[in-house]
């Protein structure tokens, strides 16, 4: 008889990152809960880690002569040493012990403290035992969610839940909740954010999975794919390759920089004969190698999708981040492509937000702003064809809309985006500097230009570093014209239609006078149209018809008998339609 094994057993499934909005809705009820009871560990554990190494370290010479007979060096001064010889060894174990009752006193005293709650319209924090802390995040005015789970937490089965907000220091953070919990909570929370407060929670999909225990728990997270795309119900899905991000990093400014100066150094050394400037290259291969290691680690792995609840941008290998921005809290979008991309078609994608992940508790800058950090044409249209349809699409078809009407009302602007990327003149339908222009842009003048879409304002910018930035009409904040000296001698003006701050800019300079003021008061005026029918911080809160898939009624026009032409009168404020002449003074 011959042993032939059998089929090898199935992977195991990786767990549920969607979360489950039921199983957390007991943590929304208006009641204060507790958050992990490791967190104080967790947070405090870098402290105990550094008492712990300088035990260890002074501990090392007696631990080698005790096993090691004379393998240990007998240094003046060691306090271990010390205590050993004097007989004091019980008193301060004593003490030891005295201080981890003490410690661990303070931190069940910190967690016991440290609560929060969640209800239909507000998450609060409060913590703090001598000095409290209190923070207020309302729903509504959700910028995003974060869940980060770094390796130390990771390896507990813990996870950071970060809720992003507008302006500096704003966010509410939960830091530590169980893995599952912290998926489900967000799930929990955009359900009550989007308005959809009625509407039935779904079973969780496909892909279940049952513990078998701590440690395999732990293997099969650190295993399964940070996008597990069945499980988030993702439409699109872009993912960013790992050798393009290598190289896309080494042909980055930053590596020209070091370049540079590592030239400059051997210059100076093959004409001085000084090779003690050696060393000044030591701090700089040190500093770039860590540079390059921390962002290719933290690029790993890289997703952008399209879910229900908006857009869930991820990344990392050890430790992992992943956010959702929920539908409308994009305030611009910028395409660019360093000149070193150029040869191999690369291009990336930012954005601005009303919030800076960079200050207060989260130090994930690169969440706040880069959505793509290097892709394609194709992966460009991909990325667009996710975020637009919530910022550009309502305002084509109505904010009431189906989710795929709404990808249809943007199917212009992501087209127009696609085709601009390269163009120059008026190819496209833009309005570009004139040839008077070239004495302020003499490269880019004939690339300097914007033009309207639906819903949006597209500007064109940059011949050696192109870029194309697109403003939805719903997140304008103003708009600004500007003429100084050079310019009113030249009958040239500058444009700078202002979102919140960001790296992207939405700034033209050098068009013509009149065309400045075109854009001006065209994108004055589309804003406020389009602002009134802006419903992006209730995203589900729509009507039967949309939820079956069919556009919803939209609201009755106040005002069917005017003509269209004259329609404006009555929806802007009274002068923003007066453009005044080129040579009007201001």
């Known amino acids: 008889m011959t042993f032939r094994p059998g089929p090898p057993p199935p992977a195991p499934p990786a767990p549920n990152r969607r979360g489950n909005a039921a199983a957390a809705a007991p943590l929304t009820d208006g009641e204060w809960h507790r958050l992990h009871p490791l ?3 967790l947070r405090g554990g ?19 002569e005790t096993f090691i007979p004379g393998g240990g060096s007998r240094e003046q ?9 004097h007989g004091a060894f019980g008193w301060v174990l004593l003490g030891i012990a005295v201080f981890l009752v003490v410690l661990i006193g303070l931190f069940y005293l910190s967690w016991r403290m440290h609560e929060f709650r969640v209800t239909g319209e507000i998450v609060e924090v409060r ?7 209190h923070r207020k995040a309302r729903l509504d005015r959700i910028q995003g969610i ?4 770094p390796l130390i937490p990771r390896l507990f089965g813990t996870a950071k839940l970060e809720i992003a907000q507008a302006g500096n220091d704003a966010n509410v953070q939960l830091a530590y909740l169980g893995a599952k919990a912290s998926d489900d909570l967000r799930q ?11 509407e039935p929670e779904e079973a969780t999909p496909g892909r279940q999975y049952s513990s078998d225990g701590v440690v395999s728990d732990r293997v099969y997270e650190f295993l ?4 597990d795309a069945d499980a988030v119900h993702a439409t699109r899905i872009v993912k960013v390759k790992p050798g393009r991000l290598i190289a896309s990093m080494l042909l980055s400014g930053t590596t020209v920089v070091i370049l540079a100066l590592v030239a400059a150094i051997i210059v100076s050394i093959a004409l001085t004969g000084e090779y003690f400037l ?4 030591f701090p700089a291969v040190i500093g770039s190698g860590g540079y390059y290691v921390r962002k290719f680690s933290k690029s790993l792995q890289y997703t952008i999708a399209d879910t229900r609840d908006g857009i869930r941008i991820g990344f990392g290998l050890v430790s992992t981040t992943n956010e959702t921005l929920p539908p409308g809290r994009i305030h611009a979008v910028s395409v660019a492509q360093p000149l070193l991309w150029r040869p191999f078609g690369w291009w990336d994608v930012r954005i601005n937000r009303a919030t800076n992940a960079g200050n207060g508790a989260s130090s994930n800058q690169q969440v706040s702003s880069i959505v793509l950090p290097v892709g394609t044409a194709a992966d460009v249209r991909q990325v667009l064809e996710i975020i637009l349809p919530a910022l550009v699409g309502s305002a084509v078809v109505g904010p009431e809309a189906s989710k795929d009407r709404l990808r249809e009302g943007s199917a212009e602007a992501v087209s127009v985006v696609d085709d601009s990327l390269t163009t120059t003149g008026d190819a496209g339908g833009f309005v570009h500097s004139p040839r008077r222009g070239r004495w302020l842009r003499p490269l880019s003048a004939r690339r300097n230009g914007y033009r309207f879409v639906e819903g949006a304002v597209l500007v064109r910018l940059g011949a050696v570093w192109r870029s194309l930035v697109v403003v939805p009409l719903p997140r304008v904040q103003s708009v600004r014209v500007e003429q100084g000296p050079l310019e009113r001698l030249l009958r040239l003006a500058s444009v700078h239609v202002h979102t919140v701050s960001g790296p992207v800019a939405a700034r033209v300079g050098a068009l013509d006078a009149r065309d400045a003021q075109r854009l001006w008061s065209g994108t004055a005026e589309r804003a406020v149209e389009a602002a009134a029918t802006d419903t992006s911080h209730r995203w589900r809160s729509r009507g039967p018809a949309a939820a079956d898939g069919q556009e919803a009624r939209t609201t009755p026009d106040p005002h069917p008998a005017v003509p269209q032409a004259a329609r404006s009168a009555l929806d802007v404020p009274p002068g923003w339609q007066d453009v005044p002449g080129t040579g009007a003074v201001r």
């Open 127 to 133: 913590s703090g035992v001598m000095f409290r802390n």
């Open 224 to 227: 399964s794919p940070e996008l």
């Open 77 to 85: 001064g060691d306090p271990v040493r010390y205590v050993w010889e």
């Open 146 to 149: 974060n869940i980060t789970r």
């Open 278 to 281: 050696l060393v000044t290259l």
């Open 188 to 198: 929990r929370i955009l359900v009550l954010a989007s308005g959809a407060r009625d």
């Open 46 to 64: 870098i402290f105990l880690v550094v008492v712990l190494g300088i035990v260890v370290n002074n501990l090392r010479d007696t631990l080698f």
């Open 39 to 41: 967190t104080p560990l």
